[in-house]
T-cell receptor, first 114, second 115 residues
Framework: EPEVTQTPSHQVTQMGQEVILRCVPISNHLYFYWYRQILGQKVEFLVSFYNNEISEKSEIFDDQFSVERPDGSNFTLKIRSTKLEDSAMYFC????????????FGPGTRLTVT | AQTVTQSQPEMSVQEAETVTLSCTYDTSESDYYLFWYKQPPSRQMILVIRQEAYKQQNATENRFSVNFQKAAKSFSLKISDSQLGDAAMYFCAYRRSINTDKLIFGTGTRLQVFP
């Protein structure tokens, strides 16, 4: 069964560094999402992406964040200058659209900012 | 703003027994979708079951069923004949039916299954 994959599974970075989190959505899906979960807190929506542009973003998704679909298979989240509070689990999801837009999640990347 | 509340941080059940996980939500919308996701330890979230608000009939998927009470804004998940593999975090999620794909999650309920 097709799955969303994410790399790396765990990333440690120093404050102020740039990180890129990578996702490979399910191949026939057209809608892509990033969510994050700070330890002990709710899963929060960051951004949705369709047709090579952001369709919706949350207030968390400020100028230090960006998303890109650099080729036909990858979907990336870049954090330009990481802060301690960016430490979280980041989940990628994809959907084929349809009436319900069911979202299929990847296993997540744990980002630790030191 | 829409919110989702899961009031049970942890639940436990014996194998083969039935357990119900609670979820309430707040919205002024009349049409929306509700979901239960399962997250096993160190694994990705898997969609367990979904409910479309305009449908009165409660959704069922094998051993998983929901009790959807629209007026009470309640969406509980019942797991029948619990199995050891059901042990996981369970998240309730809400999505408006139009103009957004954003899922709004509850805080989750950790389910333990004892043999």
């Amino acid at each position: 069964e097709p799955e969303v994959t994410q790399t790396p599974s765990h990333q440690v970075t120093q404050m102020g560094q740039e990180v890129i989190l990578r996702c490979v959505p399910i191949s026939n899906h057209l809608y892509f999402y990033w969510y994050r979960q700070i330890l002990g807190q709710k899963v929060e929506f960051l951004v949705s992406f369709y047709n090579n542009e952001i369709s919706e973003k949350s207030e968390i998704f400020d100028d230090q964040f960006s998303v890109e679909r650099p080729d036909g298979s990858n979907f990336t989240l870049k954090i330009r200058s990481t802060k301690l509070e960016d430490s979280a689990m980041y989940f990628c999801a994809s959907s084929d659209g349809g009436r319900v837009h069911e979202q299929y999640f990847g296993p997540g990347t744990r980002l630790t900012v030191t | 703003a829409q919110t989702v509340t899961q009031s049970q941080p942890e639940m436990s059940v014996q194998e083969a027994e039935t357990v119900t996980l609670s979820c309430t939500y707040d919205t002024s919308e009349s049409d929306y979708y509700l979901f239960w996701y399962k997250q096993p330890p160190s694994r990705q979230m898997i969609l367990v079951i979904r409910q479309e608000a305009y449908k009165q009939q409660n959704a069922t998927e094998n051993r998983f069923s929901v009790n959807f009470q629209k007026a009470a804004k309640s969406f509980s998940l019942k797991i029948s004949d619990s199995q050891l593999g059901d042990a996981a975090m369970y998240f309730c999620a809400y999505r408006r039916s139009i103009n957004t794909d954003k899922l709004i999650f509850g805080t989750g309920t950790r389910l333990q299954v004892f043999p």
